[in-house]
């Protein structure tokens, strides 16, 4: 397959790449420097020369507290900008894998979210994505939505790698322990995003890492696999702490855990638990 990836040195975008090259897949690697999305003749001319089969569509603006003041840019890259890209990958007749998030939903309930749960996002960041989503749909004839979670990998800045640096420079951590979600693995992600691209079984997809934990129980989980795995001391003493103690610009799910309901139906095989996932990330940063 000719696979075109956006937002390519995003920490999904990255080991999306790899994971398509070690395939043995044709991989056009874009981030905004090669393609800036909120470019429409841009867009239509590079995914154009490409040709691609397949585009997957990692880009976006993804700092949930500055889109609060920031509106337009948020709608700019995750409305705009995911409709320049479905409009591109639609005149040559590729398939279109759109990235999103558990941000679309109010994140009150206390059920697992499944896909076709009615949205109701919160925050700006969470507005702009179901925009985004919305457009593809409509533009796109051959699409697929992919909401996703708690993302972490070995490239860029996340959770873990915060925690493991905190919890060797700092007396006390406290973390929430009042948001519940799953923590999801980037190259559990991009294999899953590999095995549903191949496919015509279009749609909404919830891919998350299975089963779910709080920030806290997941930092716990982070500290106890890193002094096994990587062997390191955590001077830390971490604590639990409520969302209203750390107040945020941008409001955050207190209930983020999604129903894999989607990759059932469609037999696929389900994304394995989030610690496994943990485990072998902290593998491949030994």
């Known amino acids: 397959m000719k696979v075109l990836v956006t937002g390519s040195a995003g920490q999904l975008g990255q080991d999306l790449v790899l994971l398509l090259q070690a395939q043995?897949?044709?991989?056009?690697?874009?981030?905004?420097?090669?393609?800036?999305?909120?470019?429409?003749?841009?867009?239509?001319?590079?995914?154009?020369?490409?040709?691609?089969d397949a585009v997957i569509h990692c880009a976006a603006h993804t700092a949930v507290d500055a889109a609060e003041t920031d509106i337009d840019a948020a709608y700019l890259i995750n409305a705009t900008g995911s409709r320049n890209v479905a409009l591109a990958a639609e005149k040559v007749g590729a398939k279109m894998v759109c990235i999103s998030t558990d941000y679309v939903f109010d994140g009150m309930g206390t059920q697992p979210y499944h896909e076709y749960d009615n949205t109701d996002p919160q925050s700006i960041y969470g507005k702009s994505?179901?925009?985004?989503?919305?457009?593809?749909?409509?533009?796109?004839?051959?699409?697929?939505?992919?909401?996703?979670?708690?993302?972490?990998?070995?490239?860029?800045?996340?959770?873990?790698?915060?925690?493991?640096?905190?919890?060797?420079?700092?007396?006390?951590l406290q973390v929430v322990h009042d948001q519940v979600g799953s923590p999801t693995y980037t190259v559990d992600l991009a294999n899953f995003l590999l095995d549903l691209v191949q496919t015509e079984k279009y749609g909404i997809?919830?891919?998350?890492?299975?089963?779910?934990?709080?920030?806290?129980?997941?930092?716990?989980?982070?500290?106890?696999?890193?002094?096994?795995?990587?062997?390191?001391?955590?001077?830390?003493?971490?604590e639990p702490c409520t969302t209203e103690?750390?107040?945020?610009?941008?409001?955050?799910?207190?209930?983020?855990?999604?129903?894999?309901?989607?990759?059932?139906?469609?037999?696929?095989?389900?994304?394995?638990?989030?610690?496994?996932?943990?485990?072998?990330?902290?593998?491949e940063l030994k």
């Not at 044709?26 to 691609?52: H, S």
């Not at 716990?220 to 955590?234: P, R, S």
């Not at 207190?254 to 139906?265: K, N």
């Open 245 to 283: 103690q750390f107040p945020r610009p941008a409001p955050r799910p207190a209930y983020s855990v999604m129903e894999h309901l989607s990759i059932r139906t469609n037999g696929f095989q389900d994304i394995r638990p989030w610690r496994e996932g943990l485990r072998d990330f902290l593998l």
């Open 24 to 52: 043995g897949h044709e991989v056009l690697g874009c981030d905004r420097q090669e393609m800036d999305i909120t470019d429409l003749d841009q867009c239509v001319e590079i995914i154009g020369g490409f040709a691609p």
């Open 129 to 172: 994505k179901r925009a985004g989503e919305i457009l593809v749909q409509s533009i796109s004839s051959k699409f697929f939505i992919v909401r996703t979670s708690w993302v972490y990998g070995k490239y860029g800045n996340n959770f873990v790698k915060t925690m493991l640096k905190l919890g060797q420079e700092k007396p006390l």
């Open 205 to 238: 997809y919830h891919a998350s890492n299975s089963e779910f934990c709080t920030w806290y129980e997941f930092t716990q989980a982070i500290f106890a696999e890193a002094e096994d795995i990587l062997g390191l001391k955590f001077t830390a003493k971490l």
